[in-house]
């Protein structure tokens, strides 16, 4: 018997004890269910050597070395992964697009007597509520940006509001990067695909009747473009704007960027960068500040002269007015607890006036 989803709630709501992807390691590293764990069928090299042997010999050759193969991989997994496993373990497997792999597996499962079954239409039957929630339909939710220049603790702001019991989305941690030329994190950027699917998984589980807070983000965060969806709520979302001094905000980024400071070949390669909008003269200056460990200033001229005039640029492209400006003259980590408490009574300012009657 095979599993439908019509929905990713349903999907969220599946009950089984654990959901295996069958599919290549190449495949399940570009997306994959929520939680699911990989135990392929056929590896990457496997997988190539089938589809070759289908195109330029047959069909039937291919499926039989295929089986071979099948069996032979179904019997490791049977023997180490699986090994564990209780009999009233039951199992959920998909595949591509639920068929002769997941089916295949899904039969030997039952075979030792689990309780398995196939995800009917597979990684692709997932992949379209996804593509559904993310490019097609339009926002459930109603968003709020968190804005204001470069510097002003948006990313921590957020994660203290998070703690506090606001609903946020962290669009830099799904996409593992911090948003900017210096914005590259140690842990790789997900496929477009798995950024996708974790936004459109977060969302699912927070309460479309409230507020959901995102930081305000050009429509790219690295090499990963905001799905159009997501992406035309921020545009027509109210506004909650942090300012603050140059100086607090230089404070801030030398701590919060304290990773890529240490590093003084990858600081220096990131300021490099910056030659073809800059110039040659004023980055090699840059580079000296940096080298001379006159880091709050390098700090505040990157705002002055990058970072603050693009960031106008952008702002005065921006929809909605500003709902509420919240001015922050300390960016220390013991003011940020006041500010997220000031931003959190904004948010139910909003609630309130977008709350219906009755």
Request: aromatic fraction near 6%; include cysteine.
């Amino acid at each position: 018997m095979s599993i439908a989803f019509q929905s990713l709630a349903d999907l969220a709501l599946h009950g089984f004890d654990t959901v295996i992807d069958v599919r290549s390691p190449a495949e399940f590293a570009e997306d994959h269910f929520p939680g699911a764990i990989n135990l392929p069928v056929l590896d990457d090299a496997e997988r190539a050597k089938v589809g070759t042997v289908y195109k330029q010999e047959s069909p039937f050759a291919a499926r039989k070395l295929g089986a071979a193969l099948v069996a032979r991989n179904a019997a490791r997994h049977l023997q180490k992964a699986l090994a564990d496993k209780a009999g009233n373990w039951r199992p959920l497997v998909y595949c591509w697009r639920g068929g002769q792999r997941s089916g295949s597996f899904t039969s030997i499962l039952q075979q030792v007597g689990w309780r398995a079954e196939v995800v009917d239409g597979g990684y692709r039957s997932y992949r379209r509520l996804v593509a559904e929630a993310m490019h097609d339909a339009p926002m459930r939710h109603r968003l709020v940006l968190l804005d204001g220049n470069t510097g002003t603790a948006k990313t921590e702001l957020l994660e203290l509001l998070s703690q506090a019991g606001v609903q946020t989305i962290d669009l830099e941690a799904l996409a593992a990067h911090r948003g900017s030329v210096f914005g590259a994190i140690a842990t790789p950027q997900p496929s477009q695909k798995a950024f996708e699917s974790m936004l459109a998984l977060a969302l699912e589980e927070l309460d479309p009747e409230r507020p959901v807070l995102v930081e305000a983000e050009s429509s790219k965060i690295g090499r990963r473009l905001i799905p159009p969806s997501v992406w035309a709520g921020m545009l027509s979302a109210p506004r909650i704007r942090i300012s603050a001094p140059l100086a607090a905000r230089a404070s801030y980024l030398v701590r919060a960027y304290s990773d890529l400071i240490a590093d003084h070949p990858a600081l220096g390669a990131t300021l490099d960068l910056l030659i073809p909008l800059q110039g040659r003269a004023k980055v090699e200056h840059w580079r000296r500040l940096a080298e001379q460990g006159e880091l709050q200033e390098l700090a505040a001229e990157l705002m002055e002269q990058h970072y603050d005039p693009r960031y106008g640029k952008s702002r005065d492209r921006s929809g909605p007015a500003i709902h509420a400006e919240l001015m922050a003259d300390d960016l220390s980590p013991n003011a940020l607890p006041d500010i997220a408490s000031c931003i959190a009574h904004e948010l139910d300012r909003l609630q309130a006036v977008c709350k219906p009657a009755g």
